[in-house]
């Protein structure tokens, strides 16, 4: 069976950081595409980050670039999302997903877990 487990969401105040942990398992991710998205209550699903089967090219939202830094571990089939300078509008579910290539839409992505939430307080 097939998972995308995300962990290391919380609570934190502004200016604060957290990092968030998607393992997979089922099988091997190394020649996906893993992103980020993000859902806000009363909004869409969002785009936040994405990186590249080999890690060597990412994407990120224009409101969380310099701030959030995304990597993955192929050997230890996992992704990361470091965010810092955290900020009231960043609170959100956020959830990993795999696909075959980077878009910002979420139908794009046939694997996702169930989501970590983020809190963060001004």
């Known amino acids: 069976q097939v998972q995308l487990v995300e962990s290391g969401g919380g609570s934190v105040q502004a200016g604060g950081s957290l990092r968030l942990s998607c393992a997979a398992s089922?099988?091997?991710?190394?020649?996906?595409?893993m992103v980020w998205f993000r859902q806000a209550p009363g909004k869409d699903r969002e785009f936040v980050a994405a990186?590249?089967?080999?890690?060597?090219?990412?994407r990120y939202l224009d409101a969380v670039k310099g701030r959030f830094t995304i990597t993955r571990a192929n050997a230890k089939n996992t992704v990361h999302l470091q965010m810092n300078n955290l900020r009231p509008e960043d609170t959100a579910v956020y959830s990993c997903?795999?696909?075959?290539?980077?878009?910002?839409?979420?139908?794009?992505?046939?694997?996702w877990g169930q989501g970590t939430q983020v809190t963060v307080s001004s």
């Open positions: 997903a795999a696909g075959d290539f980077i878009s910002k839409l979420p139908q794009s992505y046939y694997y």
């Open positions: 089922g099988r091997t991710f190394s020649s996906d595409v």
């Open positions: 990186v590249s089967w080999s890690g060597g090219m990412t």
